[in-house]
C-alpha cells in the first residue's frame, strides 16, 4: 500500500507528469521505495480514478501531450491518514543472510568473491549518500521539511554504515575459515 503514498508524496512535493515523477523516483524516493516506470505509471492511474489525484489542465491539448498531475484534498487527506496510522517493522528479508546460513550446510564457494562485491557496492552507495548530504544539506537548513528529509538520507547512511562495517567482519570470519569449505 506504500507506493501510492509515495507517489502522494511526491505530487506533493511538486506537481509533476508521470516522466518527471519517474526521474524523481530515481533520484530520490527510490533509494528507500523503488517503483518501476510501469508501476508509477499503473499507479498515477488508479489514485485519478479514486479521485486522489487529477490531471492538470493543458493549455495546448495534443495527442500524446505528457500530463501533469497535482494531488486533490481527499488525496492529502489519505495521506495524512496514513503517515498517522501505526505500522509494524517490517521483517528482515536479504538473501545474501540466507545464502550464508545455506553456505554453513552445502559449503560457502562463490560466497566470499560476492561478500567482498556487496562491501564494493555498499561503499559506493555510502559514498553517494554522502555526497548528496554534502550537497543538499549544508549547515543552516533546518526547516522542518529539510530536517526530516535529511533524516531520512541520514537513514540511508546509517544503513549503509552498517552493511560495509558488517561486510568487513564477514570477510574477517571467512578468512579464518578452514580452507576446505566445499561439502
Known sequence: MSLPHA?????????S????????????????WSATHQQIYRELAKLEADG????????????GQRKSYEVLPAGRAELARWTAAPQDPKPLRDTLLLRLRAGAVVGTEGLEDDLRR???????QLAEYREIEKRDFPPGRDSTEDRLRHLVLRAG????????????????????LPADQSR
Do not use: N
Open 17 to 32: 507528469s508521470g516522466l518527471e515523477l519517474t526521474r524523481r523516483f530515481d533520484k530520490s524516493i527510490g533509494y528507500f
Open 157 to 176: 547512511i546509517d544503513l549503509e554504515t552498517f552493511w560495509t562495517g558488517w561486510l568487513a567482519h564477514a570477510l574477517a570470519e571467512f578468512a579464518d
Open 7 to 15: 507517489i502522494l508524496t511526491a505530487l506533493l512535493e511538486k506537481p
Open 52 to 63: 486522489l489525484i487529477r490531471a492538470l489542465p493543458s493549455e495546448q491539448p495534443a495527442r
Open 118 to 124: 556487496h562491501l564494493e557496492l555498499h561503499r559506493r
